[in-house]
């Protein structure tokens, strides 16, 4: 069955440490790449997004992702976490082989900034 | 400014009582998504609409019900048949070329009881 997994339901970073938030898919080809971001009680903010192609992709506020096929894995990073990126964050996939090309989400993870 | 707009943000409603949440986007997107978010579980979605007058059953429509009769608004309703209504529910847009990447609204915040 096709699905995505965010295996960290909680981290916690210090404020100028650095971050990696772990996303995994289950799919038999390379789905559509999404990582996004959600602020107490808000809406969801696209950070970045993987199609094809280079398999580093940068995206706002600092962050960047890693496509590794071999993996199954999109792993997002921050070089030096700020207060402000406390948040949650979800992985999301489309499989383009299914016939409604739906965003399947991780459960996401919660992400604790300690000053 | 292009957006996306969820009213109310914060809905109150005794237990069977059908509610209608409000969705507007001026993106020009063709195809539009709900989703209920509950704690710990992620985004799930209920219904989307690829155009105008049509839509399809997400993967928890049971208990909902949408229209869309215009491109900018799609309206959904929880009825008294939703076993469990509490929720943050959020809609959502994109177009029909990028349909993958979709954007969001602020969401609206229901509690029946």
């Known amino acids: 069955a096709q699905s995505v997994t965010q295996p960290d339901i909680h981290i916690t970073v210090s404020e100028g440490a650095s971050l990696e938030l772990r996303c995994n898919y289950s799919?038999?080809?390379?789905?559509?790449l999404f990582w996004y971001v959600q602020s107490p009680g808000q809406g969801l903010q696209l950070l970045l997004k993987y199609f094809s192609g280079d398999t580093l992709v940068q995206g706002i506020k600092g962050f960047e992702a890693e496509f590794k096929r071999s993996q199954s894995s999109f792993n997002l990073r921050k070089p030096s976490v700020h207060w402000s990126d406390a948040a949650e964050y979800f992985c999301?996939?489309?499989?383009?082989?299914?016939?409604?090309?739906?965003?399947?989400f991780g459960s996401g993870t919660q992400l604790t900034v300690l000053p | 400014d292009g957006g996306i707009t969820q009213s109310p943000k914060y809905l109150f409603r005794k237990e069977g009582q059908n509610v209608t949440l409000s969705c507007e986007q001026n993106?020009?997107?063709?195809?539009m998504y709900w989703y209920r978010q509950d704690p710990g579980q992620g985004l799930r979605l209920i219904y989307y609409?690829?155009?105008?007058?049509?839509?399809q059953k997400g993967d928890i429509a049971e208990g909902y019900s949408v229209s869309r009769e215009k491109k900018e608004s799609f309206p959904l309703t929880v009825t008294s048949a939703q076993k469990n209504p509490t929720a943050f529910y959020l809609c959502?847009?994109?177009?029909?070329?990028?349909?993958?990447?979709?954007?969001f609204g602020p969401g609206t915040r229901l509690t029946v009881t």
């Open positions: 999301a996939v489309v499989f383009p082989s299914g016939s409604a090309r739906q965003l399947t």
């Open positions: 609409s690829q155009i105008v007058n049509d839509f």
């Open positions: 993106l020009n997107h063709d195809a």
């Open positions: 799919y038999g080809a390379t789905p559509y």
């Open positions: 959502a847009s994109s177009t029909a070329l990028t349909g993958d990447e979709q954007y």
